[in-house]
């Protein structure tokens, strides 16, 4: 069985930073596309940014030039370095992967959620 596993969250005052990783573990053929999603209560998910496995990377503009995502692919690992952190950025942030099993089926997985709290 495929797992997310997330950490680095916390709280932090606005113009903070914090680096979330996501952890894929299981037995699998490949990790695909990986990503980062938001959420605040009542509110829709939104896809913070992504990252194919060979390292192509999207955000939406509202993080742009603040956020940074990467992955170690030796690691299963992808990481969001997020900079200069503000108010509305608080979330809960989820992970994301879409994994390819040893038969060769694709699936999405998601972590638990690991919550971000900027203070003002």
């Known amino acids: 069985q495929v797992q997310l596993a997330e950490s680095g969250g916390g709280l932090v005052q606005e113009g903070g930073s914090l680096r979330l990783s996501c952890k894929v573990s299981g037995i699998m053929f490949s990790i695909n596309t990986m990503g980062w999603y938001r959420q605040v209560s009542g509110q829709q998910r939104e896809l913070v940014a992504s990252?194919?496995?060979?390292?192509?990377?999207n955000y939406v503009d509202s993080v742009k030039g603040r956020f940074t995502v990467s992955r170690e692919n030796a690691k299963n690992t992808m990481y969001l370095q997020m900079l200069s952190l503000k108010p509305e950025d608080t979330a809960v942030y989820y992970c994301?992967?879409?994994?390819?099993?040893?038969?060769?089926?694709?699936?999405?997985?998601w972590g638990q959620g690991t919550q971000v709290a900027v203070s003002s």
């Open positions: 994301t992967a879409q994994v390819t099993s040893l038969s060769g089926r694709r699936s999405d997985y």
């Open positions: 990252i194919t496995a060979t390292g192509r990377t």
